[in-house]
């Protein structure tokens, strides 16, 4: 199924299915994709048919997120005399999303982007919003754009019963519920580890995190209102949980235990008197979500790491809290009080 939307103007086609790759290259006969090679390579059969001249193959994860690999593609584009008006594809997760999406957004000013995300979390996350990025000197992201594609394509048969790529998604898709939309956790209620691979159910579960995600970026399409913020529930903590365990703990699972603290925070500061931990741990024990364990005194070692958090103005944090399924409130709290307050927290763990 296909479906429109609009961001700042860019209509962005999102074609949802098994199949959609096939039909994407069997459709457009000119496009370049630039495939991350474990793609390839774990796909092998959904690649055989497209012709070898059409596929620049890439490496994947944080260390391709560079500007010597952009280089690189620069260089390979330039020396075949790649024109602007060719379309450019990723097929990839979202470092290949990121990557690429920069690239497509500076050569030449600019070619024409389609999507094709690889990963439960790139389809619900990444490849929404129009962002790319490229780290620098160990900061993530610190280069980048806003560039959206024209068409985004999310072939199912990339992710089909790979229970692993949906854990790594579980977090933001959690979040998306208890944010945006109630029906999206609902819907993860209704079903099990394995329902959720039968029939259409991961595309159902795929849409609507696509349709949330894509309402709050179309209102706020630069991130300079303040809408987006919503998007960093559980980030606050998550990111320092990520950085004090030195990765052990992965983002997917660092945003969940990052979302039942910050609820916590929250309830326990007079700020909401909803607690979300309810859901979340329903939805951890149904689809056996093994949560990593969390050391007790890494939360007192997140508040260093959150003392330097870019999003502090003026000594405030500007957090999103659920105030009700589907509903939620930015809150204003002195960073140092957010501190204390979750290292108090962590002594109850
Ligand atoms: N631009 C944005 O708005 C945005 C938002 C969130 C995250 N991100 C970025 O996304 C990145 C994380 O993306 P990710 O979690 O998709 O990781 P990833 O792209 O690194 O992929 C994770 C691993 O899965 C492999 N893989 C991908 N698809 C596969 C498939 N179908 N079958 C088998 N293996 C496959 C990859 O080779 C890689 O080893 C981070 O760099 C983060 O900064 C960007």
New binding site residues.
């Given amino acids: 199924m296909v479906w429109e939307y609009r961001i700042a103007g860019d209509s962005i086609k999102v074609h949802i299915g098994h199949g959609a790759f096939e039909e994407l290259w069997k459709k457009e006969g000119n496009i370049c994709f630039i495939v991350?090679?474990?793609?390839k390579n774990?796909?092998v059969k959904m690649f055989e048919k497209i012709a070898p001249s059409y596929i620049i193959e890439i490496e994947?994860?944080?260390n391709s997120?560079t500007l010597n690999y952009y280089g690189n593609l620069i260089e390979r584009l330039a020396s075949e005399n790649f024109e602007r008006n060719r379309k450019v594809a990723y097929v990839?997760?979202?470092?290949?999303?990121?990557l690429v999406?920069f690239l497509s957004a500076t050569y030449k000013r600019g070619l024409n982007l389609i999507g094709v995300?690889?990963?439960v979390?790139?389809m619900v996350?990444?490849s929404?919003?129009g962002?790319?990025?490229l780290n620098f000197k160990g900061v993530?992201?610190l280069i980048?754009t806003f560039k959206n594609p024209s068409e985004i394509v999310m072939d199912t048969s990339?992710?089909m019963g790979?229970n692993g790529?949906l854990y790594?998604a579980m977090g933001e898709i959690i979040k998306h519920g208890l944010m945006l939309d109630n029906s999206i956790n609902e819907l993860l209620m209704q079903n099990s580890m394995e329902t959720i691979w039968q029939g259409n159910t991961i595309e159902k579960l795929i849409k609507l995190n696509v349709d949330a995600k894509m309402d709050i970026c179309a209102k706020d399409p630069f991130e300079t209102e303040n809408i987006r913020n919503v998007l960093n529930f559980g980030h606050t903590v998550g990111h320092g949980i990520e950085a004090v365990s030195g990765n052990r703990i992965s983002?997917?699972y660092a945003v969940m235990i990052g979302m039942k603290v910050e609820s916590e925070i929250a309830k326990n500061l007079g700020y909401s008197n909803y607690d979300p931990c309810e859901i979340i741990d329903s939805i951890v024990l149904k689809y056996g979500v093994d949560i990593p364990e969390l050391d007790r005194h890494m939360l007192k070692e997140c508040g260093n790491y959150i003392k330097n958090d870019k999003k502090i103005r003026d000594g405030t944090l500007h957090i999103p809290v659920p105030l009700s399924p589907g509903r939620h409130r930015i809150i204003e709290i002195r960073a140092s009080e957010f501190i204390t307050e979750m290292e108090r927290v962590g002594d109850n763990i």
């Avoid at 990839?92 to 990121?98: E, H």
């Fill in positions: 991350s090679k474990n793609v774990a796909h994947d994860g944080e997120k990839g997760g979202g470092t290949t999303g990121d999406g995300p690889t990963t979390l790139s996350d990444s929404i919003g962002k790319n990025g993530k992201n980048g990339f992710i790979n790529m790594e983002h997917g």
